[in-house]
């Protein structure tokens, strides 16, 4: 059974849970909702995806990009900001990759082109961290027949070549002076 609502936008949300599949939509009027609400479960019952619709359209890892911000979203859990600045990074270097082209090779050649530009190691690995994660939300949410596999094997060959790893650990503590420094310094701000 569909589940509709209607957004604070106005739009209305579609979402069905059936034989084990799931599949959301959003429409500006209703009587789109409830036909596609209907299509979407008779294509469950025949065996089909059931939002071919929505996943047609999916073309670049920029459209995975722009469903993961605007699913997290709609679940009350917009990315903060050190995740909307890899989100840009990502969608500036990747966004025009096609879906089925985003292979191990091209990820490789995408983390040396980072380190390149400066992307330390850590970087570089919340970069892959990040790629995987969009992946495996289409695949595991919307049903898009996409594997994570490449980008784990792109992330064990950037690990070898030296270019995902730990960050280096601090090897010294603040003396009395700079705690004292940095202390002073927040209660003139704090005033």
Not at 4 to 30: D, H
Not at 52 to 60: A, C, D, G, M, W
Request: aromatic fraction near 4%; hydrophobic fraction near 35%; glycine fraction near 8%.
């Amino acid at each position: 059974m569909a589940s509709i609502t209607k957004l604070p936008s106005g739009a209305y949300r579609v979402q069905i849970r059936r034989k084990g599949r799931y599949a959301s939509e959003t429409f500006l009027r209703r009587d789109d909702a409830h036909r596609w609400a209907r299509q979407a479960e008779t294509r469950v019952d025949q065996g089909l995806a059931p939002n071919k619709s929505s996943v047609s359209r999916l073309q670049t890892f920029g459209d995975l990009i722009d469903l993961h911000i605007t699913d997290m979203c709609e679940v009350g859990k917009p990315p903060r900001r050190s995740k909307v600045a890899t989100l840009t990074t990502l969608k500036r270097d990747l966004g025009s990759e096609k879906v089925g082209h985003l292979d191990r090779q091209k990820l490789i050649d995408y983390g040396k082109m980072r380190a390149k530009q400066g992307a330390g190691p850590v970087t570089l690995g919340i970069d892959i961290g990040v790629i995987k994660m969009i992946i495996a939300h289409a695949a595991a949410v919307h049903g898009l027949d996409i594997s994570p596999e490449p980008v784990d094997l792109a992330r064990v060959a950037l690990k070898r070549l030296g270019l995902i790893g730990k960050g280096t650990e601090r090897d010294r503590r603040p003396t009395t002076e700079e705690l004292t420094a940095s202390s002073a310094a927040s209660m003139t701000t704090n005033a």
